[in-house]
């Protein structure tokens, strides 16, 4: 079963050899791809509802606006890809915010120190999350739990509840700005630019050994190990990239919407945005680009309804049934395609994933195995 | 395999029907649950007592309070300094933390002064049922002479206050209100309707019949928050300004999303909050837009007061007087010397205006964005540096 | 059948921690003059212990076969309102109240499984979907306490046997049921079967799906128990008294700091109770000594982390070398898996 596992952008497709239509078909019915329709589906929806949305200057401003979730959850797809969870993600957020607006307060020449100081933070917090996780064999659910409860209670009790502050223009201006003056779309929020060179490098990251070797490790971690893959620098690489994608994301909206209370709940804003881009939580499978997609989805769906008026009390509802029929579509789509519903993939075969010497892997049963709550036997 | 996986799938569309259902049996008792909040009694208490008599000195308007039934204290005179046991809500958000701030530094003065020996505080951490396990504790193993609770909520914490007030000994209530008299006294300014009424006034001023505004509320079901918007949405209402309401959870982003993507929709006239968090978000989004800057009522915490300052925009910081903190203790010290207290002791409540916002920006200089301007702590020990460290316990 | 005796070994952990726990905890408390052992603050524990307990005996159930419960704090919220409204301050009204109340929760439990079940959803994405789906329910139709609790009914919270809360002893024995179905009944056994390796549980013959759903729907009641003695306590329904709690995340924390995998498959009903109770002696020691309510959270944080990694290392050291989980059981003292292949 491990054979079906492609990283990100080597879709094992049946339709690989088929004409760029077929193909592009084909990718949609896959969980991955089907985020993209329905970021196009909402979209025309909102479009249609209110057309003041479909305004070039109005989209290109939700593109940015979105960024930082996006960001995360690009971030939290390392994680979950090699089988862990993030739950630090939102007190890292916070503790970005606060650390921006305490030490880059009113001085802009403390600008460029303070980001690098955020980064390190933010590559540390990351560090010990993996390390207690791969080494101290913790749970990553409990540990990120220990570090989400740790951070906000140390933030709360040094800082209190609130930063001092804001950071000062120039910092806010990452997060707030953008290039003025642009024809048609008015302005390129600069959140938006980064958030494209962070894609580009992840969808490059996942194309390298070590993308490959990190949906290997989430797919099965002996079989991994076995494959030679260092799977606890591996995974705590996951982990740094993570806490730092949650950093950059600080970074943003201290920027976009200064102020306390960032990042709360940002942990499950991501989760949620990493399965429904199609990504399965238990690791070994999705794209990372469709991570960022699905941050987009659910974004637009906020803005549905929104337009469509659905009290504000409704909108919990209606975003827990989404996620549902989300994940429940994609948990389709994946099993008819290892059921047989189309050949296994005839990319090469994989070192790294030979099941060799592996108690563990039971290519009997190609099915997804237990009902839902196991996405891989090694969870 | 087939059939099987379509039965899978009947069972599980049956399960979210289910739920669903659940929803939509709702539908038709849940328009008018707004009107929950609003009651006209209340209503009309408040509306009054806004432009009451204050008794006592306008200068400690902790101090003050309305002409109305007094407790008989005389009964708990005893000299000596006292222990005090503080129930507290919490102190999750700016104005419970600036509160908290100044009423330790309050205790430090009576301390000083022998009326109090020291004060244990245990926090609830905003649980109802933490608060209630917190006063059962002090009651049996405090060694309390005085109890005063900050409820956490209004209902659920009055078994636990019955019980307190049931130990004979001094029971002081504070902020949010519970649904017995056993109190010695219960001190909380004017109350939400009142806020409800100044800022939909205000809005209602410098508005335009027709104009549209945006309500941006914490969080549903709390009550102190909900009488706020329900005097606000009756007036808006009665003087045709359309209005929309969100629960925001006091997350910039939301605010800040919230208010672009009305913005993207049509015009926004007016803002109304329900608590000064995020207001500067909410100001920020109409700047990124490019558009003109709503009439806005926000809070008298600084960040609103400085950003209001800042732009110049129509607006309006309705208080709920943070100063309020200080009353209990000095209570208590009342209490244990004989002098009568009012058996509800409500508190002035006045909205700072645009004409007195750079009295309280310069009074308040220096200190944090999530301080309160009326906190009334300026004549305190520490001050201004303990609120600027603003280390909580 | 093996996780009862993977389980029995790491309960005795988790009571050794517990034991060191109160002993740290009355000599702290001792030193701010205080009695840890007298029959209040007992009762005082023994009361923290009954909300947390009752979930996370549920939350065992459901972790035992592999997946996970967010929606508890939601249905905890939905079962104070259900029970309030239903009861409107009439005795008379007690029983259908509680059968109501009950029915409903088992409705959501029931969703959750078949959701989890039937349509492959992972347990995090469904139950959180599942809550949030609540979670608006409840935000829309109730905005403030709703309903009264008769004076009878609020007895049940007030009632207390010496020092010990009746409250406690209508967890203890919902624990006690919990653990002989897990012992001693089929579905208890095949629960282990599922969360232990369903692959083998489904090649052995097993369906797979009963035991998940039974988990899902008795996690839910205890839910609704819980809220209902909250109804109790607080003698009204309220909305937001599940997420007040943060049930969720914390009765997770409680069962794994009970020794039980996160995976599934091992760990058992005893040692929840160990962690819940290792939490309610900590809080009552932090409370005593009024810790500042943020700095709980890091000591909280950093106790299930460190704990949690204990029972891990100590799996390392005795964990056979080609050992795994497909492999049959080793013999009682041992211990379960690396937790790394875990979550």
């Known amino acids: 079963m491990t054979t079906t596992t492609r990283p990100d952008e080597r879709p094992g497709l049946p339709a690989h050899s088929r004409s760029f239509g077929a193909r592009l078909a084909a990718g949609a019915a896959t969980p991955g791809g089907a985020v993209y329709v329905l970021v196009l589906v909402l979209l025309v929806s909102i479009i249609i509802s209110n057309p003041n949305f479909g305004e070039p200057g109005a989209l290109i401003r939700f593109a940015g606006r979105t960024a930082p979730i996006a960001i995360a959850a690009m971030g939290q797809y390392y994680v979950i890809v090699s089988g862990e969870f993030d739950l630090s993600m939102g007190a890292v957020v916070t503790t970005q915010v606060v650390i921006a607006g305490n030490m880059a307060g009113d001085d802009s020449s403390q600008v460029v120190p303070v980001l690098v100081l955020m980064l390190v933070v933010g590559a540390l917090i990351g560090l010990v999350n993996g390390l207690v996780t791969t080494l101290l064999r913790v749970p990553s659910f409990i540990v990120t739990l220990g570090t989400m409860l740790a951070l906000f209670g140390f933030l709360r009790y040094r800082a209190g509840v609130a930063p001092a502050g804001n950071p000062v223009d120039e910092f806010r201006e990452i997060g707030r700005g953008g290039i003025q003056d642009v024809p048609v779309v008015e302005v390129i929020p600069y959140p938006l630019i980064i958030v494209v060179v962070l894609a580009t490098l992840a969808a490059f990251s996942m194309r390298r050994p070590f993308g490959r070797s990190l949906v290997a490790t989430g797919d099965n971690p002996d079989a991994a190990r076995l494959g030679g893959t260092s799977v606890w620098w591996v995974k705590t690489r996951a982990f740094m990239i993570s806490s730092l994608s949650a950093t950059v994301a600080g970074i943003i909206l201290v920027g976009y919407a200064g102020g306390r209370a960032v990042g709360q709940g940002y942990e499950f804003s991501a989760i949620t945005a990493v399965v429904v881009g199609g990504v399965v939580l238990g690791g070994g499978r999705g794209w990372v680009l469709s991570a960022a997609a699905g941050a987009y989805a659910l974004e637009l769906l906020f803005v549905l309804l929104t337009v469509l008026h659905v009290p504000s009390t409704w909108r919990d509802s209606v975003q827990g049934l989404i996620i549902i029929v989300a994940v429940a579509a994609s948990a389709r789509v994946w099993q008819v395609g290892r059921r047989g519903g189309a050949p296994p993939p005839t990319t090469e075969p994989d070192p790294i994933n030979d099941p060799i010497n592996d108690p563990t892997t039971d290519s009997a049963t190609p099915t997804p195995p237990t009902p839902g709550t196991h996405q891989g036997e090694h969870r | 395999m087939k059939r099987h996986a379509t039965r899978r799938i009947f069972a599980a569309a049956a399960a979210l029907t289910l739920l669903a259902a659940c929803g939509s049996d709702s539908d038709d008792s849940s328009s008018d649950d707004s009107d929950q909040w609003y009651v006209q009694a209340d209503f009309d208490e408040q509306n009054a007592q806004r432009d009451a008599t204050f008794e006592g000195d306008p200068a400690t308007p902790w101090l003050q309070y309305i002409d109305g039934e007094m407790t008989d204290t005389a009964a ?147 009550d102190v928050l909900e009488t706020r918007w329900a005097a606000a949405e009756k007036i808006l209402d009665e003087n045709g300004i359309e209005h929309e309401d969100h629960f925001t959870g006091a997350d910039p982003t939301e605010i800040k999303k919230i208010i672009s993507d009305a913005l993207v929709q049509g015009d926004v006239d007016g803002v109304w909050m329900d608590a000064g968090d995020g207001a500067v978000a909410a100001i920020e989004a109409f700047e990124d837009a490019g558009v003109d800057y709503p009439v806005m009522t926000g809070e008298d915490e600084m960040s609103f007061l400085r950003k209001w300052e800042d732009t110049g925009l129509t607006g309006l910081a309705p208080v709920y007087s943070n100063f309020q903190w200080r009353t209990p203790l000095l209570a208590v010290q009342m209490i244990f010397a004989g002098q009568p207290v009012p058996a509800e002791w409500v508190l002035p409540q006045t909205p700072i205006t645009e004409d007195e916002r750079a009295e309280y920006l310069a009074a308040n200089e220096g200190l944090p964005d999530g301080h309160y301007a009326k906190f009334g702590g300026e004549d305190l020990p520490g001050f201004p540096q303990v609120w600027i460290d603003r280390e909580v316990g | 059948m093996r996780g009862r005796s993977a389980g029995l070994s790491s309960t005795a952990i988790v009571y050794l921690v517990l034991l060191a726990t109160t002993v740290v905890g009355a000599v702290l408390t001792a030193t701010v003059g205080r009695n840890f052992f007298s029959s209040g603050n007992i009762s005082a524990i023994l009361t923290a212990t009954s909300i947390l307990g009752l979930i996370a005996i549920g939350q065992t159930l459901v972790i035992l076969v592999g997946s996970l419960d967010l929606s508890v704090p939601y249905v905890v919220s939905l079962a104070s309102i259900i029970g309030g409204t239903t009861m409107a301050g009439e005795s008379g009204n007690i029983v259908p109240a509680v059968l109501l109340t009950l029915a409903v929760a088992a409705a959501i439990g029931l969703a959750n499984g078949l959701v989890v079940s039937q349509l492959h959803v992972h347990g995090f994405i469904a139950t959180l979907g599942v809550g949030l789906v609540v979670s608006g329910y409840i935000g829309t139709n109730y905005q403030g306490s709703s309903g009264s609790a008769p004076k009878a009914f609020r007895a049940v919270d007030e009632a207390k046997i010496g020092p010990v809360p009746v409250s406690v002893l209508i967890m203890l024995a919902l624990a006690a049921l919990a653990f002989l179905m897990l012992s001693r009944t089929r579905i208890g056994h095949h629960m282990y079967a599922v969360g232990g390796s369903p692959e083998v549980a489904r090649l052995s013959g097993l369906r797979t799906s009963p035991p998940v759903v039974v988990a899902h729907v008795l996690c839910s009641v205890l839910a609704g128990v819980a809220g209902l003695l909250l109804l109790s306590r607080l003698s009204v329904g309220s909305p937001t008294i599940g997420s007040q709690g943060g049930y969720d995340l914390l009765s997770i924390a409680a069962v794994v700091l009970g020794g039980t995998l996160l995976a599934g498959g091992r760990g058992g009903i005893v040692g929840t109770l160990g962690g819940v109770a290792i939490f309610a002696v900590m809080d009552n020691t932090m409370g005593a000594l009024e810790v500042n309510p943020f700095l709980k959270d890091v000591v909280r944080g950093v106790i299930i982390i460190a704990a949690v990694a204990v029972y891990a290392r100590r799996n390392l050291q005795v964990r056979p070398a080609r050992f795994d989980r497909s492999v049959p059981p080793a013999p009682a003292g041992s211990t379960p898996p690396p937790a790394q292949e875990v979550r």
């Open chain 2, 76 to 222: 708990f005179a005893s000299p000596g300094a006292k222990k005090v046991c503080f129930a507290n809500a919490s102190v999750s958000n700016p104005w419970r933390q600036t509160g908290f701030l100044t009423m330790q530094q309050q205790l430090e003065v009576l301390v000083g002064q022998g009326a109090i020996s020291e004060m244990e505080t245990r926090d609830a951490q905003d649980d109802d049922n933490t608060q209630i396990a917190d006063i059962d504790y002090f009651i049996s193993e405090g060694n309390c002479d005085a109890f005063i609770i900050s409820p956490n909520s209004t209902a659920a914490i009055t078994p636990a206050v019955e019980r307190a007030c049931e130990t004979g000994k001094p029971v002081v209530v504070f902020d949010r209100g519970v649904e017995t008299d056993c109190a010695t006294t219960f001190i909380h300014p004017i109350g939400g309707y009142a806020w409800g009424i100044d800022t939909a006034e205000f809005l209602v001023d410098n508005l335009e019949e027709g104009d549209k505004v945006i309500a941006l509320r914490i969080l549903p079901g709390v």
